[in-house]
């Protein structure tokens, strides 16, 4: 009986930040710690501002690895016939800039998120990934991970009932008062802030309690937002963002803050007929807990269930999973998390950062 062997699926790496550590160490994992099979990762080229920073990286994260070839620049990593996919971890205002470039070189995409700084960037990657027939999704991570699947099963049975208020929040306190002006968090010609750092991440919680609700039929919320901004830069300190979902009768409240620290529960999905709380780290949680109400939003809770789940790694490994296999099956986008709810974010984050004043200077957007 002759065994199938795994598809070894070729990246190449972008930036040699925290994130692009994270993310390559993470693949770099035997899958079957995972449980996968069928697909098995390999980094095959590594692309930094220089050679030495590359190989440094290499050396650091991938094992020195000596088959990995190391760039000083992207575009040799676009170019490069052994790579079939890029990974784009540099800072989120550079995200449109090299996703474009990487597509037009012909290479399939995922990119950190948020995907872009607005909307209209997102949307001209779609056309732009449609144009040259190749693969694109936002490194939304959250949603690939054994938590956000589990939760979002425990939804779909139904016997929590119809949703009605999700809160989350995800708030890190990085010492404002006392890092560069040029760290990040502050610098607002990097999109810095709360809303576009932090956000991505309760905003996704309520994408899957709400918008992949099977009621609402994909329909889009209205917005109400308001910021606090820091004197140091002008970026948002602090963001509340409330989404209204009419097809469900539905809200979430929304929050990110970069002065303070996370909430041990940081989100509570809130049905008729229970309850889901989502412990901390709100961006990968090890476990879960429903409550079951005794009758409908009586709040008596007469039975709860908490569910732990293992992650060999950081659990950045599930979306690289997940691109693997769509591009094996010839897909353009992702079922999971496809470029609606990608542009839907966008969309959000727009609308936020116009009710909160806040723009980002000239020439930051690349697509207006």
Not at 151 to 156: A, G, H, L, T, Y
Not at 288 to 306: A, C, I, L, N
Not at 347 to 354: L, N, P, T, Y
Request: proline share 5%.
């Amino acid at each position: 009986m002759t065994t199938q062997q795994p598809l070894v699926f070729r990246w190449g790496i972008i930036s040699s930040g925290f994130i692009a550590s994270a993310f390559v160490k993470d693949v770099l994992l035997d899958p079957k710690t995972r449980g996968v099979q069928d697909i098995a990762h390999k980094v095959a080229a590594m692309g930094s501002r220089n050679v030495e920073g590359a190989q440094a990286f290499v050396d650091k994260y991938a094992g020195s690895d000596g088959s990995i070839k190391v760039y000083g620049t992207y575009a040799e990593v676009y170019s490069d016939p052994d790579v079939d996919a890029v990974y784009i971890g540099t800072p989120h205002t550079l995200h449109y800039l090299n996703a474009a470039d990487a597509i037009r070189a012909g290479k399939h995409v995922l990119v950190e998120k948020p995907a872009t700084t607005n909307a209209a960037e997102f949307r001209a990657l779609i056309a732009l990934a449609k144009q040259y027939k190749v693969f694109l999704m936002e490194a939304m991570w959250t949603r690939f991970q054994p938590v956000a699947q589990a939760v979002k099963e425990v939804i779909d049975g139904g016997e929590l009932g119809a949703p009605v208020m999700i809160h989350a929040d995800l708030s890190g306190d990085f010492d404002i008062d006392n890092i560069a002006l040029t760290h990040r968090i502050l610098d607002p010609k990097l999109g810095g802030g709360a809303l576009l750092d932090l956000g991505p991440y309760p905003l996704v919680w309520a994408i899957i309690a709400l918008y992949e609700h099977t009621s609402n039929n994909r329909s889009k919320p209205t917005v109400s937002a308001s910021m606090v901004k820091t004197p140091l830069t002008g970026v948002d300190r602090s963001t509340c963002f409330t989404l209204n979902f009419p097809e469900l009768a539905a809200q979430a409240l929304l929050s990110c803050n970069i002065n303070v620290t996370a909430c041990d529960t940081s989100a509570t999905l809130r049905f008729r007929n229970g309850n889901i709380l989502i412990p901390k780290p709100l961006y990968c949680p090890k476990s879960f807990t429903v409550q079951y109400f005794d009758k409908p939003s009586s709040g008596e809770v007469r039975r709860e269930e908490t569910v732990h789940v293992k992650i060999t790694g950081g659990g950045w490994h599930f979306q690289a999973d997940e691109v693997a296999r769509c591009v094996r099956d010839g897909k353009l986008e992702s079922t999971v998390w496809g470029h609606d709810k990608t542009l839907l974010e966008m969309e959000i984050f727009d609308e936020a950062r116009r009710q909160g004043g806040y723009k980002l200077p000239e020439g930051v957007e690349q697509v207006v």
